[in-house]
């Protein structure tokens, strides 16, 4: 991120400015311009810092932070273990893990999704995640999954091979 853009807009309105008060006050701001461009600097990246943080917060437990290159800001952005990579979840059916890595769907695309639940149900949910080690998007994604399985509707399933049947026989 170029700050020197933002730097030349308060240089100009600072002239702007001084231009309304005569010439001893346009010889002023330009003397303060100079020193004034490390503190607007400073300042500029003080408000992206605290912006990250903030965003960070609401991330959890992904990550956003501020770097320096070169005297300019730069934002790197961490996602969450559980976005990076669906590797790392535990699939219903361990033959077949295409039904949790792509979240049941064909374009192995995700999507964001909100959901409303109820405090105690949402409370019950993260102390399920907690005790597998897993954290509430991995679990919400493998109790979907689990749900949607073949296993679960069988009348869905696409049987390959040999004969099966179920009922009463005289």
């Known amino acids: 991120m170029n700050l020197t853009i933002y730097v030349e807009s308060l240089r100009h309105q600072l002239a702007v400015a001084a231009d309304a008060g005569g010439d ?9 311009t100079a020193p004034l461009e490390s503190a607007a600097r400073l300042v500029l990246l003080e408000a992206l810092s ?8 609401e991330l959890a437990p992904g990550t956003v932070e501020v770097r320096l290159r070169g005297g300019d800001p730069e934002f790197v952005v961490t996602p969450s273990p559980e976005e990076a990579a669906f590797d790392d979840i535990a699939p219903v059916d361990r033959r077949d893990t295409s039904l949790i890595a792509t979240g049941g769907s064909d374009d192995g695309g995700t999507a964001r999704l909100n959901l409303r639940l109820p405090e105690t149900l949402k409370q019950r949910i993260e102390e399920a995640a907690n005790a597998e080690g897993l954290s509430l998007n991995a679990w919400l994604l493998r109790a979907a999954a689990e749900a949607l399985s073949p296993e679960r509707h069988p009348q869905q399933r696409n049987l390959r091979g040999g004969d099966q049947y179920t009922g009463w026989v005289n």
């Open 24 to 32: 001893e006050a346009r010889e002023l701001a330009e003397r303060l």
């Open 50 to 57: 605290a912006a990250a943080d903030e965003i960070t917060r």
